[in-house]
Every structure is written in C-alpha cells, then in structure tokens.
C-alpha cells in the first residue's frame, strides 16, 4: 500500500457501499476514520508503511450500517463517491464522508488480505474465489 | 623485578621527634594488645555496682569493662586493672619493638642524611648572593668604587629577593612530611643537583673573573649577584611546576578493591610515581571506605570450608603411584566433577540466612531509633531566664549523657551485636559521642548515623587504624611513574588494597552553533472522527 510520490498506484480495493443510516437529525455511517496528510502517520497502528498518510478506517461500532456493509477496521479508504482519498486532509475526508444530501457512500477500500487472497485465487484453482458479502462487492484493480 | 618496600608513619624529616614519635607507637601497641586481650576473654563478670549516684561521681573509669555485658549493667562499673598484661602480649609487644628499630634505625639514618644534605645546600644558596656582596669590601675595599644610586637600588632588590626566596622555600620544603616513602623522591634529587651545579658554576664564574682579577666595578657586582637570585627564584617556580602543578590535571583513573570484602572506588590521579600515587590511595582509602570489619567475614569463610570438607579423596591405587603430580591434578579434578554433581543445597541456606538476618536487624534497628528518641526527650537544654535550679539538677553535657545513656544503652548494645559491630565502639566512646550530640544540639537520627552504618576508618578511636605501616608491592620499580594497566598492592596487617590504573582517554570535542531562531515545533496528531 506504499506509494512513489509521482508514479501511479496500484491496489487490489474492494467496492462497499453504505447505507447512511437516520438517528435523529443525523445521517451516521457507523465507523470512525483516522489519518490524513495533516496528521502523524507515525501513530497509525493499521498502516504497513508508517508514512503513508491515508484514511483509515479505526473503528467499526457494532451493528452499524458499516458493519453490514462489510466494511473492516483498518481498511483503507482509497475513493469515496469518486472524490479521491489517498491526498486529503482528515477535516476534507470527514466532509466528502458526511454530506448531508447524500445518504449512501460507496467506497473504495483496499486491505492486506484483499491482495493475499488475489494472489491466492491466481496461484490456485482460478474458480476458488472468496466468498461474496451480502453488500455487492467487486474486486477490483485500480490504478489512481 | 618484584620491589618490596615499606612505608612507617613517621615523618621523615624531624630527628628530634624521633623519641616521642617511638613513645607514641609504644604504648599505643600496648593499648592495642590491651584491648584485645580483653575481647579474647570468654568469662562474664559483672561487678556489683557501687551505691553511689551516677551523675556526682566523677572518677567514672568506664573504658576498661570486661567483655560486652555494659548493656546490661547499666549503673556505673570499675573496670580492671589498667597495667594488667598477658605473657602473649609482652611477646608480642618485644617483637614489634625489634622490628620497628631494625628498620627504622636504617630508615632514620637515611633521613636525617637527607635532611642534613638538604640543609646544608639551602645555607649554601642562600649565603651566596650574600658572599658575592660581602667579599669584595672584605678583600679589596680601597680598590672598590662606592655604591651609587642605582648600586643602592639594587642592593636593596637582592634583598627582597633574598626574603622571597627564603619564605618561599619554606613554604614549599618545610611542611611536615606526611609520609615515610621507600625510595627517594626523583624530582627533589634532580631539583638539588641542578639547584647545586648551578651555585657551583656561579661561583666558579666569580672566583676567577672576580676574586683573581678584582674586579673594581661594585655595581657589576651586585648585578651579577642580583642575577644569581633571579635565577634561583626561576628554580624554585621549576620547583613548584615539578612537585605540585604537574601532579595536578587528572591523567589516570584508578579503581581500588579492598581485597576481603571487595569494596571498590575509583580515584583520579594526575601523573605520579608509584609511590606518591599510593600515599594518595592510601590518604583517601582512610577517609573513603568503610571500616574494615573481619567479623563480617566468617560466614563466607565457613561456607567455604562446608565446601571443601564435604569431599574427601581417596587413593585407591594405593601409595606407589610416582606421578605424583598427576596424581594431584588428577584429583583435584575429581573433587571438582564430583562438586559439580553433588546437589548442593548451600545456596538454600544462604538465602534463608540471610532473610533471617535482615529481619532481624530492621527489627533491632527499630527498637533502637525508639529507645533514642524517647531517651533524648529526657533532655531540654537550660534556658537563661528560668529561674536557677538546684545545683543538683543542672548538670554539664557529659553528666546528661551519663543520665540518659542507660536507657537506650541496652537497644544499641543489641543492635550493634547484630550488625557485628560491637568492637568498633566502646561503652566510653558511645558516651562521649552522646555528649557531643547533647552540646551541639544533634537529633537522635543525628547521633545514630554513626551506628547504623560503618563509617569511614577515621572516624573511629586510633586503635582502629589497624597501624599506620603499609607495603607497596609492585612489579615495577616504585620511583616510575603510573602508566596505563600498572597494578600495584597495598598490603596492610589485616587485608590488603589491589590497585589498578586506566589512563583517562583523550576526548576530542566539536562544537554545534544552534541558531536560537532555529527552535520550531508543528503539532503532530492522530484524531480520530466517527462519521
């Protein structure tokens, strides 16, 4: 998940869209983000390489519309809706997040195990794919 | 080259006080054996104590009490006889005698010719300028041109120098000598010959060109013996440099180990011979460690011999067996195998033991600090502006500490056998001490800290000094100077101190300029925001 400032980056990320779900006067999602260029990445306990300054995701509350999603806790999150996540403050992360006229997110989220588990199916039987969640997911390479 | 000298307390340079110093070693050898005799009797009497009252007697001769029982009888005690000796003692006392005269008579002989050669060539010098002046008028005085102006001002510039020198030399030479050392010392034989070729060359100058051709120009004179005084003022400042200053800036590290107990510190030398390095070991050995206690030695000691004891060797090959040496080396491997094997349960013991011993001392140690504390509170110093008291109940500070030493005398003799301390401190010196506190207004944790823990060798009686004679055994010639890994010991009567030197590395320092305006800080979060 290290990137070469100036080259292109290549990672093996999972679609996972999100319900916003209603509570009260607001629209939660039901995770919780850290990281960002204004931030320490020092500190991220979830990232491999300890200067990548992503959005990750730090926690999951249980039974949120996240967690049904499928979504994981040290995800990071590569796209949400399209706008680009791997070179933004977490002030900018959390607003493109929480827009209030739009109450489902689709995110792009890359893991570790996404790219183990590619390099699995390649290496073995190429039927022998993981299994789907309930949420639509794809697989998919993109190249930002 | 293994060189065995000896070092004596004296100092080397007075002949008169040679007497009294040998007076001095004798009924302090004396004391000694005393003592010991008295700590070597197992027997336990305790005299009945006389009916008069502690605080009006004032002929108390506590010091020779037998055996450690003062705890107990706590009311005034007579002692035994001051002058009683044992056979072993006067044989002991006899033996030390002839070994101290051997060698000091040969040691004496050689300092008092030391002494004698160095006064000798402190007239010589100081009688020279004074020659060179006099002479002239003596020998040729209607030849000689008056003294002028400028003559006169110097006549008086080579007496101020004069004076200088002279308080000079006494301040560098005439202090007393803290030490006998075994060999000369090499710098002060240097100074004299130079000191010695020098005055020998002027007057070889004077004497021909002067006193032959009689010379008539006085100031010349006086010039030339003004010169001489620079030049021995100069000497003396090469002097200084050579015997103090050099020693001065730290070159060495030497670490010291108590070779009994193992107990270590580390000293920074400048550049010394061997034996004025030790002379400062050994000045600061009596100030630094703790005083050396052979009781506390005697369990190690048993351990050891459980150790060995617990194995016995025989030989089954039987007695004509002629490697003998083989046969040594043989079975000292075998003891050592079997020591190998054998479960030893010793460190089981030690473990407990020393459990047991710690409580016990804390345990001790707390009752003490009580029995001190109430003890004192006995006391309250007078105030002027109360009214007088009845003589009787005003006493002196040796008085209250006799008032107040019984109820706490019992709690510190316990303790200080606990700790194995008992000998180290006399019923006498326990109260002089008291009385000391009681006068200088010391708290009761002030006037224990001297019991509680070992002190400094100096801080005990002078029989505690274990003798002031002192071996330096070196390899290397002790006239050398200390170098990087030289080892020397300093073997005293009981123990001895391994010394060993590590040169102070040289230290190259750079310097960083930092910009005061080149302090800046950002801040470096991690916040975490549930969306």
Partial sequence: MSFVPGQPVTAVVQRVEIQKLCQGENLILGFSIGGGIDQDPGQNPFSEDKSDKGIYVTRITPGGPAESAGLKMGDKIMQVNGWDMTMVTHDQARKKLTKKREDVVRLLITRKSLEEAVKHSKGSHPSHLPAQTNARTTKDRVVL | MDTESTYSGYSHYSGRSRGSHRHGERSRDRHKSRSKDSRSEKSVTINTPPAEPLLGDSSLRGEQVQDDNWGETTTAITGTSEHSLSQEDIVRITKDLED???????????????????????????????????????????????????????????????????????????????????????????????????????????????????????????????????????????????????????????????????????????????????????????????????????????????????????????????????????????????????????HNELYYEEAEHERRVRKRRARLVVAVEEAFTHIKRMQEEEPKKAPGDVMDPREAAQAIFPSMARALQKYLRTTKQQHCHSMESIQQHLAFCITNNLTPKAFLESYLSPGPTLQYGKDHWLGRRWTLISEASVTSGLKDGSIFLLKCVDFSLVVTSKKIPYVQMSEEYIDPKSHKFVLRLQSETSV
């Fill in chain 2, 100 to 346: 101290s005269v051997g060698l000091d008579c040969r040691r004496y002989v050689a300092r008092y010719v030391a002494r004698s050669i160095a006064v000798i060539l402190g007239l010589l010098v100081f009688f020279t300028p004074l020659a060179f002046l006099v002479l002239p008028h003596i020998l040729w005085p209607e030849k000689l041109q008056s003294c002028e102006t400028a003559c006169e001002g110097l006549l008086i510039s080579v007496a101020f120098k004069l004076l200088i020198l002279l308080l000079a030399v006494w301040a560098l030479f005439f202090r007393p000598a803290r030490a006998g050392l075994p060999r000369a010392f090499v710098f002060r034989i240097l100074l004299a010959v130079l000191v010695l070729l020098f005055v020998i060359s002027y007057w070889l100058f004077y004497s021909v060109r002067i006193l032959d051709s009689q010379d008539m120009n006085y100031q010349g004179i006086v010039q030339y013996a003004v010169s001489l005084v620079d030049a021995l003022l100069f000497i003396h400042y090469l002097a200084v440099v050579l015997l103090e200053l050099r020693q001065l800036q730290p070159c060495f590290s030497v670490c010291v180990t108590r070779a009994t107990d193992g107990e270590t510190r580390h000293y920074n030398l400048g550049q010394l011979s061997i034996q004025r390095a030790a002379l400062a070991i050994i000045e600061r050995y009596y100030c630094d460690f703790p005083i050396h206690n052979p009781a506390l030695l005697s369990a190690s000691k048993s351990r050891a011999a459980k150790h060995l004891a617990g194995l016995k060797v025989y030989n089954v090959d039987g007695p004509g067996n002629n490697a003998s040496a083989g046969m040594a080396q043989s079975q000292s491997r075998a003891m050592i195998a079997a020591a190998a094997r054998r479960r030893d349960t010793s």
